[in-house]
Nanobody, 121 residues
Framework: QVQLVESGGGLVQPGGSLRLSCAAS????????MGWYRQVPGKQRELVAG???????NYADSVKGRFTISRGNARNTVYLQMNSLKFEDTAVYYC???????????????WGQGTQVTVSS
């Protein structure tokens, strides 16, 4: 099986910064892409940023220019650097990875447990 373990959430003032980390471990042959989603109560989970195996990134319009997604040298980690945080960035942030398990004929989406980010003065 595969586990995604997130860290780095917390409380920050408007204009501040946080860095989220996510590490994948387990029966992994290859990771196609990784990303970060967020969800607030009563709303659908939304994509914040994604990065594919070639390093191509995409961002939600609401975070462009403020957030940066990157992958670690080990290729099984993904980071989200969040700068100039706003009240509306408050949410539970989830790590996502599309993974080919060892011996599998198709890829599977895995999710982390979520980490709370709260922007408040």
């Amino acid at each position: 099986q595969v586990q995604l373990v997130e860290s780095g959430g917390g409380l920050v003032q408007p204009g501040g910064s946080l860095r989220l980390s996510c590490a994948a471990s387990g029966s992994i042959f290859r990771i196609s892409g990784m990303g970060w989603y967020r969800q607030v109560p009563g709303k659908q989970r939304e994509l914040v940023a994604g990065i594919n195996s070639g390093g191509v990134t995409n961002y939600a319009d609401s975070v462009k220019g403020r957030f940066t997604i990157s992958r670690g040298n080990a290729r099984n980690t993904v980071y989200l650097q969040m700068n100039s945080l706003k009240f509306e960035d408050t949410a539970v942030y989830y790590c996502n990875a599309n993974i080919w398990n060892i011996g599998s004929v198709r890829s599977t989406d895995y999710w982390g447990q979520g980490t709370q980010v709260t922007v408040s003065s």
